[in-house]
């Protein structure tokens, strides 16, 4: 069974920083594509960053320079590096995962969906 675990979210600062954790079981972490996305109250979910098994990586506009997106393989964990957070920034983030994706980076589908990690910014 596929299972994704997303953690590491809390309340911080403005300007300050927080990594998301998205770990994985149930698939071989050698072929993959895992994204990260964030629905802020009353917004739709939007696409933040993703990575392929290739260390292919993409980010949004609103996150480039700002956020990070790795993979550590031996620990089938991939994070989200959060730095110069923002009160827009607040969201539940998710983490998402295609196995087997090949060259794929950030795929219109994914089969496996974490649960949410809440990340509040104040002012």
């Known amino acids: 069974e596929v299972q994704l675990q997303a953690s590491g979210g809390g309340l911080v600062q403005a300007g300050g920083s927080l990594r998301l954790s998205c770990t994985a079981s149930?698939?071989?972490?050698?072929?993959?594509?895992i994204g990260w996305f964030r629905q802020a109250p009353g917004k739709e979910r939007e696409g933040v960053s993703c990575?392929?098994?290739?260390?292919?990586?993409s980010y949004a506009d609103s996150v480039k320079g700002r956020f990070t997106i790795s993979s550590d393989n031996a620990k089938n964990t991939v994070y989200l590096t959060m730095n110069s957070l923002k009160p827009e920034d607040t969201a539940v983030y998710y983490c998402?995962?295609?196995?087997?994706?090949?060259?794929?980076?950030?795929?219109?589908?994914?089969?496996?969906w974490g649960q949410g990690t809440l990340v509040t910014v104040s002012n």
């Open positions: 998402a995962a295609l196995p087997e994706a090949g060259r794929l980076l950030c795929p219109y589908e994914y089969d496996y």
């Open positions: 149930g698939f071989t972490f050698d072929d993959y594509a």
């Open positions: 990575i392929n098994s290739n260390d292919a990586t």
